[in-house]
């Protein structure tokens, strides 16, 4: 995932020095895992030939001594990279949250903004009635007045980030620029014009902000993270209502009938039936025993459980989608980070024309209107505001969106890789039809026997001979003890024959035949009934694709995807079938999990942008390297979590296509705000240059123009604007 976000490989093992018996590396990576150097030290020693191993984390730095009778550089060096892909993901979280705490530290909530709008307003107020005039508004009163000084204390926070900005950058920013517009505006007398300036931009921030806020609250409410409190067993056994924050890994708590849980950990003792739709996606209610795991966010919907706990707090895997998907700074979308590059460098030109205007017309005024006037404000936060929206639209509707870049990445997508078993298909066998072999015998007398050699079976397929013979009204007969062999079939004794369900291999080698030719079903599982040495019937069983699958890529052709292909582990007769099924263009059949990434990897190097469709568990490889992963409905809850960049909570495909029209929403809604950005400023600077409009004028003409924006992108929140359909 490092590789796909940063656009490198920062796990990438590169040489620095290649003797006999000693290589050493370089991983950019290693930076963020100060905390691991001894854990990855060990990993590496454990290898064979290797003799010494030293870890130097703060100068990215690998070095490795070996027996060279033993291993070679090319095979120490791969051995380095397997080692160093099991901690990409600790250095994934760990560059996240160095991001975010910076993050934090810029920004201010919307409570914030509003106290200061309405600080803003009551200087305005009070400066323009009661106390205009005052005493101390004599010689002075260009910085003394309640205008003059309520504008430089509400830009104190811009002052600060303008200091930074030189320091980190050595080059001024768009807050630089701000803070000299006011205090120009001030040396000129026009203090409103500075409060105005300030007001207009608290707005279009507020704005933002409150998307952003909104976002993570639907986050949590989606999630259902609000209760913070557990049943903690004591020591005596007492058990004790207390704050999570009380509660350690460990420790053991329980839970009721109609609670929520607020800890991951293992079941100890007891059995419930819980929801856990709000995590894993699935729809019906689990039922969980003594060593099931169970995740915070989730509900006992019935029973009482014992539980270990594992994870509390930040730990829990509830909490951690939380954080990911706000963990944005290194998720950011292309155009975003181009965004904000292309607004800083526009500064400098605000300035290069307030020297211009002033060297060209002597007007102080007109000079000021330059610095007043400027790009980045309206840029940045339409753009922000425009990924926040739409991740919020998607997280009401039950999809997580890890990050604005995977919107892009979405958008410019022109193939989509489906895995089978479980996304698009149901993930549960059926029987779709019944041939007899015997004609001395109905089908409803062939099912039993069948249901009562599959009984005790815990096969798939056993589970769905046992549904069909039920919805035929088959009955279960008196039966011996049922034998298995795995990956062949079941036997049992009713009134003394042999019943044999299994495969024709298992036919074959107990001596069972058929008395006329075996006729296979294309793409559909065949099982064989047996009774001594007669094949009486076969049950053919299909996993069947999903509501709406067909609909779904027939959609994503629609908007432009050019190349939909289903990767399977399925034998080929299966894949081909359900390929036929749904309208895919092609299928990759019998593939192991390290095949999915390599079928993806392949694509990527012809210059595809690939969008996998997952569930979560053995495509977890192929999910880290697409351009953009898909859980669909995902089944396993951590997996999906660390792998995939889009987490879908509900079992229909539809969501994928409508996820893209989103996703093309948003960059359509991004390239507009760009050009009312430029357009509108570009003829503010003409007009303040050119005409006498005043300072007040070009500060509402330009602030004015990023609320515009902002308000674009705040439909998004709302989409689509004008389609009566649900979207999403």
Known sequence: ?????????????????????????????????????????????????????????????????????????????????????????????????????????????????????????????????ALRGAPWSGRLGKFTSVQALISLGLSWPMAKGAARGLRRELRPNADF???????????????????????????AEMMTSYTIERTRSSIKKMLSVEDENAWKVLPDGRVERCPIDRIRPGDEVEAHTGEKLAIDGAIISGAAVIDQSAITGEFEPAEKTAGDEVFAGTVVKSGNLRIRVAKVGDQTVVSRIVGMVEASELKKAPIQRYADRFSNYLVPLNFLLCLTVWLVTRNPQKALKMLVIDYSCGIKLSTATAFSAAINTAVRKGVLIKGG???????????????????????????????MYAHDMDERAALSLAMAAEETSAHPLASAILAYGRKLGAEIPAHGETVTEVSRGSSTEVDGRVVRVGNLRYMAENGVRAEEAIKPIEGAIA???????????????????????????????????????????????????????????????????????????????????????????????????ADVGVSLGSKSTDIAIETSDVVIGRDDPMMIPELRRLSRATMRIVRENFALVVGVNSVGLILGAASGISVMMSALLHNMSTILVVANSLRLMFFPPTERREML
């Open 1 to 129: 995932m490092l590789k796909r976000e940063s656009n490198q490989n920062w796990m990438k093992a590169r040489v620095c020095l290649s003797l006999p018996g000693r290589l050493r590396l370089t991983a950019t990576g290693l930076r963020f895992l100060p905390d691991n150097g001894r854990a990855l030290a060990e990993a590496l020693a454990r290898f064979g030939g290797m003799r010494r191993v030293r870890v130097n984390t703060a100068v990215e730095s690998v070095l490795l001594e070996y027996d060279p009778e033993r291993l070679d550089a090319q095979a120490a060096q791969e051995h380095a990279e397997m080692a160093l892909a099991r901690f990409a993901m600790d250095a994934m979280r760990a560059r996240h949250g160095a991001s975010t705490s910076e993050d934090a530290e810029a920004g201010m909530s919307t409570r914030q903004l509003a106290r200061r709008l309405a600080v803003n307003a009551g200087a305005l107020l009070l400066g323009n009635t």
């Open 177 to 203: 620029l701000t803070v000299t517009s006011i205090v120009a505006s001030l040396l000129l007398g026009n203090a409103n014009s500075a409060l105005m300036i300030l007001a207009l931009s608290d707005l």
């Open 405 to 435: 870049a995977y919107i892009e990445q979405m958008s410019n997508a022109n193939t989509v890789l489906l895995d089978k078993t479980g996304t698009i298909t149901e993930g549960r066998p059926q029987v779709v039809s019944m041939r």
């Open 527 to 625: 099982t064989y009934v047996g009774v001594d040495k007669r094949i009486i019937a076969a049950l053919y069983a299909m996993d069947r694709p999903r509501e709406n699958v067909r609909r779904a890529i027939n959609s994503l052709r629609y908007d432009g995807v050019g190349d939909i292909e289903l990767l399977t582990g399925d034998m080929e007769p299966q894949a081909r079938a359900v390929a036929e099924l749904v309208g895919a263009d092609g299928y990759q059949a019998q593939l192991l999990p390290e095949q999915k990434a390599e079928a993806v990897l392949k694509l990527q190097t012809q210059g595809n942008g690939v969008v996998m469709v997952g569930d979560g568990i053995n495509d977890a490889p192929a999910l880290a390297y």
